[in-house]
């Protein structure tokens, strides 16, 4: 049962957004560009007093380092999924705009759907086997052995008033911190298998946003004869 845990838990999460979307598309746009601040706003509040107590009072948390750099892995895996639904990772698609259309919306669908791919080897690549490949592990693997194990983290430790009230060993569980790695990489497959359908119909052009060049040269384009 362990093993589907984090299946049913990225499963869960997917048909949120997916169910949320439908009725209102825009809070969820609201509330990952909110969950992405508040990630990115506790890196800088924990960060500067860290600097201000270790450099002014010679103290300072223990746990800080840890804390940040798992914050910044789930803004990167929670943000990698924004950044392909709002077309804002970086791509080059010089040579493909050169093809006709047909060939053009063909490619594109085939680069989100290597993306989708791309999410499914990092999730389980056990599945690689029916191409003949010796693979196996992957993010779900991984989570469910922490989970399993039950192993903390080395600096993150729970408040000494948890640890008596609630029961709690003493080290904050790596599946806790780590429980971002299924869900944000399947939230990733979803973004992609939504580009590629969406690509398909004719509602958007790429996944990637390859035109920034093009634009800042548009834009640009007196700047000279001024």
Not at 5 to 25: D, H, K, Q, S
Not at 87 to 103: I, N, Q, S, T
Not at 212 to 219: G, I, N, P, R, S
Request: glycine share 10%.
């Amino acid at each position: 049962m362990i093993v589907y845990l984090p299946y049913l838990i990225t499963g869960i999460v997917v048909a949120l957004f997916w169910l949320a979307e439908r009725r209102n598309p825009d809070s969820v746009t609201r509330f990952e560009e909110n969950v992405l601040a508040v990630i990115l706003a506790l890196i800088t509040f924990v960060s500067f007093f860290q600097v201000v107590a270790r450099y002014g009072f010679n103290s300072g948390w223990t746990g800080a380092l840890e804390f940040t750099r798992l914050l910044f892995a789930w803004m990167i895996l929670f943000g990698m999924s924004y950044g392909l639904k709002q077309g804002m990772h970086l791509g080059v698609d010089a040579v493909v705009r050169l093809l006709p259309k047909p060939a053009f919306k063909a490619l594109a669908i085939f680069g989100a759907l290597c993306a989708f791919l791309y999410a499914a080897i990092l999730i389980e690549s056990a599945w690689l086997g029916i191409l003949g490949a010796d693979t196996s592990g992957g993010a779900m693997v991984y989570w469910s052995k922490m989970y399993q194990i039950g192993i903390g983290l080395d600096d993150l430790r729970y408040p000494e008033w948890m640890q008596d009230s609630l029961g709690l060993q003493e080290r904050v569980q790596r599946w806790i911190a780590y429980v971002i790695l299924p869900i944000g990489l399947g939230l990733f497959g979803f973004r992609a298998l939504q580009a590629a359908v969406a690509i398909w119909r004719g509602d958007r052009e790429l996944i990637i946003a390859g035109h920034e060049a093009e634009d800042l040269v548009a834009e640009n384009r007196n700047v000279l004869k001024d």
